[in-house]
Every structure is written in C-alpha cells, then in structure tokens.
C-alpha cells in the first residue's frame, strides 16, 4: 500500500518534470510491488477461505454483516489492483504517460480502498455497531453506514496506512543506501535515498502522531482491559499513572520486574490531564482481560520503540541530507540498510497489539473467540493443514527474497531484456 | 431477494468457470502438447496475462455468498475443510508457477514452474469438478447416524473418501465413484476450452494438433454426458422434476447441448473465435444445468433428518441482502469496463506482445 502511493508520486513527477529517471523509479518499484502483490493475492485467497473453513461458527453468526464489507473488498479493491496492475506493467506504450499515469493510480486507489475495507471488518470486530442480534444468536446489520462511520475505523486505518509508508519509505531508502554503498547506479540510489528518508520521516511521525495516540485513546475508551494490559499497568493508578518504557510482566505476582517508568505520563498522554486515573488490570474479572498479556505487551512495546527509532533515524538522516552529508556518510547508509526489516517488525508486532488486545473476543464483548470456531474439523485436520501452510509460507518467503533480490541487483536501468 | 441474490452468485461463479476455465484448460494442454520452448512460453503467456483478473471473479463469488447466504457459507466451506485447502494449495502453486517461470532464464528453474503450473490446473480442473459434483450427490447434514445428529443440523464434515466410494453410503467422502464421474467431465470439458483458448490466442505451432484433440475429446465428453445424465437418478431421484414445474429452464441443458454439438464442427469453423465461443455455451449450460436441477437448495442433506440448506434457511436479513445491492451494482459495472479496456488491449494474438517481464 505505501507503495503504490510512492510509485505514483515519482511516476507524476515524471510527468511533470520529463525526467527519465523519475520513470525509471517507478517502474523498478512497480516490479517490486508486483512480487508482491502475487505473493499477496495467493497468500491472500487463504485469508477469504479461512473465514468459512476455520472459523465457520463466526462466519455463519456475523456473516451477514463482515459480509458486506468483505465482499466490497473483493469486488472493489482487489479488482482494481489485479487488473490495473496488468495494464501499468504491460502497457506503457500502448496507452501514453498520462494513462499510465492513471492505471497506476488505479493500483494506488485499488490498494488503500482495499485496506480501508479490511480496516472497517477489523474495526466492527474491535468495536461492533449497526447491528442487532437475533433470537438464534445471529447478527445482523440495521445500518450499513455505521459500518464506515465507525469511530474505530478512521484512526485505524489511517494509522496503519502510515505505518505501510513507513515500510516502504524504509524499503526505498534502503535500496537507494545499497546502491550508493556498492557504487551502482547511483544516481537512483541517490534518488530513492532522498524521496526514501523524507517520505519516511514525515510517515514516522504521522504514524505516531496524530494516528498512533488517536488509536490508543480508542483502546482506553472502548476496550480499557487491553489498554491496562498493553501498557503493563497490573494496579489501577489513582493520581496519575505512569508510563512504563521497560520491564518485563511478572504474572505470577502480577507485577512488572526491573521497571523503569516515568510518572504520570501516560495519563497525560491519553486524558491531557496528569493526575487522571488509569483503570489497571486489577479492576477486571480474569475471564474479560486478554489471555497472553506477555505478549500483548511486548507486541506493544517493540511496536512503541521501533517507531521512535524510525523517528531518530530519519531524522538525523534529514539533518545529514539537508547539511549535503547523506550520501557519503556510510555509517548512516549501513544503518538505513540494515534497519529494513524492523518496520516489517513494528507492523506485526501492531497487529499482534488490535488481535491479542481484543481477546477473549472475537466481536469484542459479544462472541468469544472460542465460540467461534469450525467445531466439525477436528484440531488433528487444522494442524496438519496449519504445518502445511507453514512449510508452504517458507518456501514462498524465500521465492520472495530471492525474486526481490534479483530484482534490485539487476538495477533500475535494465527495464529491457 | 434470496432468488436475486443466488441468480448473481450464479452467474459471477459460471462466468468465474468460463473464464478461469480457460486457465486451467490452457495449463492441461501445456503439459500435455507443448513440447517446444517457443510454444511453452507462449502458452504460459495465454494464461499468464489473464489469471489474476479471471480469479477476482472467484473472491467475488465467495465474498458474496459470505454477505448474502452467511449459513451456507459456513457449513460447507467447514464441511469441504480437507478439498478446500487442496484447492488453495493448488491455486498458489499454479499461480507461482505462472509468474515465476519467467524470472530466471534456465532450463531446470523453468521446467520446475511449467509442471507446477500443469499438474496444478490438472488437478483444480479435476478437483472442481469433484465440488459440483459434491453439490450435486448432498452431504450428510449434521453427521447423521442411527437418526441422530452428531452436531448442529446445518453442519457436516467429509472426509476425503469412504473406503466403499459410492455416492449412496451413510458418510460419503468428498472422493466417490460419482463425484469422479464429474471431476473428469469437468477435465475433459476445459481440456476443451483451453485448447480452444490457445488457438484463439496464439500462433502457437500444435494449434492443427489441437484442433484434432478438440474433435477427439468432444466424442468423449459427449459419452461422459450420456452417461453422467443416466446415472443422475442416484443422487437425485426426480432430475427432472425442476425442468417440468419451470420449463423454461430447459434453456440451459440447451445451451450445454449447442456447445457441444457445435464442437463437431471445429475442424470446419472459420473463424477461431467460434469454437472458443461453444466451449463458452458449454461450460455455462453445464454449471446452469446442474444448478437448475437443484434450485432452491443449495447443497442437499443425504438424511431424512435434517433438511436441505436452501437459499431460504442459509440468507442473511432482509434488510442486509437489500443495502448491497446498489455497491454490487457499481462493482458489477467496473467489471464490465475493466473487461472491455482488458479486450481492446489484449485483444488479438498475444505471441508478440512484449510483457515486461
């Protein structure tokens, strides 16, 4: 998703400036995209099976209303980009630059409204409205435009639209670094190194501030279990509650070891007042707080890290460039090209935060995650599939590295062979 | 509005099959004719330049039945668990192979992602022909066994065979002597459709050849349909009782028999596109046909327990099937557009068309 967007950035400035190298940019990242978005649309079907295969009691319950906005996804997003994409790739000279233009926004516009619709099934289940529940147990939907209304759904996605950027802004600078680091192409190493380090300190931030603390604020007010136990507050905090920056949760005496905190800040942070209470751990029966909290908070907390970092590096890299010093300085170059795969980190470990938070649930406060399974495949069915699927993701993760590296190697310049 | 609803499903999944069909039927005849490089290469292209816009009509249909007939949705996508999966790892490694093949120029890489890409198409053909075929025997809903249901009446879950294969067991597997019978009509049928496909497409030097194997598997598939049709009586015991109450659906055993008998001709046929457009008829008068036996119900129990799932006891509220409409409509009309730029831009021959990659 990140992407795209920045695909069609260096393609419109091509437009605008006739600079061949801004094209050459955008069809060296539109290859990359292409792996992929083959990689995401094979490993993607899975996903759509899943719903009925897995989890066939929740599909039949909430169905009628997941339903709606999953079959938007299909129908709209994933046929833009699947279809645009072809044309973007292959037709180039057959339409001109300005429709090229185009069917690659059509690849942008088809990516973020796909992962706005994903974003509204994810915030109905984090935060469920519009619907009515009926005497067999089954929701269904009263207001279809509560579905996009929903105050989960805007910071959610925007959040995560940035911290896509962030990914690619990191994914673009570092080959940029690569480049400038082995002496090719270098005037594209150059390139991506400079858009790579501006998109992403503007996304780093973005993605902390304002989406990043609108999200948290939801979590505080709609689901204050998981916010207690992200956080790693085990004791409600009366005159302020502190913000924990290290510590490891300690659940047998329902304590935090070794922690370092700062007080009163995050009560600052999410209610602007410092002495305001946080709700802790403590206030909630065991059964409503989420079952790993360990890793809920963790997941939160090399999330929050990650993203500061990201914010540093950028930084000091914007310093350098704006000072000329960018593209000589290696220790910062090596740093940008080993940091590529913690974004990759900061986005998982973000999801893992929205999925393990909201546990017990399924649909929070309404269906529980177990009551929501396929009970008639038995568990020795879904782990032989499940050890099937992991195999068959490892051998498609090394097709990816090996295909994306091979593409970068070959280098922006050799668009024909 | 459940009526609506089942008729869209309906035909986005026979348009799904015409057109993914293609695919499949291209990757038969690629590991079964291509021989030369020139015309692997240009055969994987037949499929290659297509598949990804063909298969959204497939993660239309199955986003669609999610929103429209929830119930259904999740009993038999849980009930088919085991074929489910191996159609998605079907998917995938004919999808990988498509686009791979092409990435690294050697012999071995490339021979590894042709065969991944053939037996692959083989297979789904095989296996989605076994679906259909499944549909049509009815499952045991709820795991009847001595007039008492094992889970919920609407649930059920196949094993991949019952050591007897035979349709009418208690427990049918999803693999029975039936569901074969099916599985290599659908084989034979977009063996058919692929090879009418190639010699649309390309200049690919075995299209006579193909033309011949068109011919020879028409003969075939015109024996498997006799035969499938006499022995439907055992999954279904009134077939025809759908075609007299509405006999305007004989329109779509019509349709299937035109195609068919059209195929006869593909020797003589002077232009290209007309066998590909029977091969069309045939495959949508197929699914209709089959379909149309069964309307309302949508998968049949195999007890006198629990009742078939319909379209009426699996839909979703009223209220919910009627606000899609109108985005349905706006997607529908997109994928018409798409369709026409996707034709006036790959139209024609593709031997020569330069793909970027």
């Known amino acids: 998703m990140g992407l795209s967007l920045i695909i069609i950035l260096f393609k419109g400035y091509y437009l605008k400036s006739n600079k061949e190298i801004y094209n050459d940019a955008a069809k060296f990242f539109m290859k990359i995209f292409a792996i992929n978005f083959t990689m995401g649309v094979i490993t993607g079907i899975p996903m759509e099976f899943q719903f009925g295969t897995n989890w066939a009691k929740f599909s039949e319950l909430t169905g009628g209303i997941i339903g709606q906005t999953l079959a938007m996804e299909g129908t709209f997003s994933f046929f833009l980009e699947s279809s645009f994409l072809a044309l973007f790739i292959f037709g180039e000279k057959l339409m001109g630059q300005k429709l090229h233009f185009l069917t690659g926004f059509f690849v942008f516009l088809g990516s973020w409204a796909s992962g706005y619709l994903i974003l509204a099934t994810n915030a109905w289940m984090q935060h469920p409205v519009g619907y009515e529940i009926l005497e067999n147990g089954k929701f269904v939907l009263t207001h279809f435009s509560k579905l996009f209304s929903n105050p989960w759904l805007l910071p959610a996605f925007l959040h995560n639209q940035m911290a896509s950027l962030v990914t690619s802004s990191f994914v673009v600078a570092s080959i940029g670094a690569f480049y400038l680091l082995i002496k090719k192409h270098e005037a594209h190493g150059k390139l991506f190194l400079k858009t790579g380090v501006i998109i992403g300190l503007i996304s780093s931030l973005l993605v902390a501030f304002p989406t990043g603390d609108l999200n948290a604020k939801n979590v505080a007010k709609y689901q204050p279990a998981a916010f207690a136990a992200m956080e790693g507050i085990f004791e409600t905090e009366d005159a302020g509650a502190e913000i924990v920056l290290i510590g490891q949760p300690n659940m047998v005496e329902k304590k935090l070891d070794n922690k370092i905190a700062v007080p009163n800040i995050l009560s600052f942070l999410t209610y602007q007042e410092w002495d305001k209470q946080i709700i802790g751990m403590d206030h909630f029966d065991e059964s409503e707080l989420p079952d790993n909290i360990p890793a809920l908070y963790y997941s939160y907390h090399i999330m929050v890290g990650l993203g500061t970092i990201f914010i540093g590096i950028m930084g000091i890299s914007i310093l350098f460039l704006y000072r000329k010093k960018l593209y000589n300085f290696k220790p910062l170059l090596w740093t940008i090209l080993f940091l590529v795969p913690f974004p990759f980190i900061a986005n998982i470990t973000g999801w893992y935060v929205a999925e393990l938070g909201r546990q017990p649930y399924l649909v929070y406060g309404l269906l529980k995650t177990v009551d929501g399974v396929s009970l008639t495949v038995s568990s020795g069915n879904t782990l032989f599939t499940l050890l099937g699927f992991v195999a068959l993701y490892m051998l498609l993760g090394l097709l990816f590295l090996v295909l994306v590296g091979k593409t970068i190697y070959h280098g922006p310049q050799h668009q024909k062979h | ?357």
């Open chain 2, 1 to 357: 509005m459940e009526i609506f609803w089942f008729v869209i499903i309906a035909l986005i999944l026979t348009i799904f099959f015409i057109l993914d069909g293609y695919d499949f039927g291209t990757g038969i005849i690629h590991l079964f004719f291509a021989k030369k490089e020139k015309d692997k290469e240009v055969i994987a292209k037949a499929a290659g330049l297509f598949w990804d816009s063909n298969e959204v009509w497939l993660v239309a249909a199955g986003g669609l039945l999610f929103m429209a007939f929830p119930t259904l949705y999740a009993s038999a996508f849980s009930g088919f668990y085991l074929p489910l999966i191996i159609i998605l790892w079907l998917i995938i490694f004919r999808a990988i192979g498509l686009e791979l093949r092409g990435h690294i120029n050697h012999p071995i890489w490339k021979t590894i992602w042709d065969k991944s890409f053939g037996v692959s198409s083989l297979l789904l053909a095989l296996f989605f022909g076994i679906a259909l075929g499944n549909i049509a025997r009815g499952v045991n809903l709820g795991g009847v066994e001595n007039n008492l249901s094992a889970y919920e009446p609407h649930y059920f879950f196949l094993p991949l065979w019952d050591a007897s294969f035979s349709p009418s067991t208690t427990h049918p597997g999803v693999i029975d002597w039936f569901t074969i019978v099916i599985g290599i009509i659908a084989v034979v049928t977009l063996t058919i459709h692929g090879a009418n496909w190639i010699v649309l497409k390309t200049n690919a030097s075995i299209n006579t050849q193909l033309k011949n194997v068109v011919f020879n598997l028409n003969i075939t598939l015109a024996v498997l349909t006799i035969f499938s049709v006499s022995i439907w009586h055992i999954v279904e015991p009134h077939p025809l009782a759908n075609y007299l109450e509405y006999p305007i659906f004989l329109i779509f055993p019509t349709i299937y028999f035109t195609g068919l008998i059209g195929l006869f001709f593909v020797k003589k046929f002077k232009k290209e596109v007309y066998a590909f457009t029977c091969s069309c008829l045939m495959i949508s008068g197929g699914v209709t046909s089959t379909l149309a036996t069964m309307f309302p119900t949508l998968l049949p129990s195999t007890n006198n327990l629990n009742p078939d799932l319909t379209i009426y006891n699996t839909a979703t509220s009223e209220y919910g099937m009627s606000v899609a409409i109108p985005w349905m409509i706006i997607g529908i009309i997109l994928l018409i557009i798409y369709f026409i730029i996707q034709k006036k831009l790959l139209g024609g021959k593709i031997d020569n068309m330069d793909y970027g990659h």
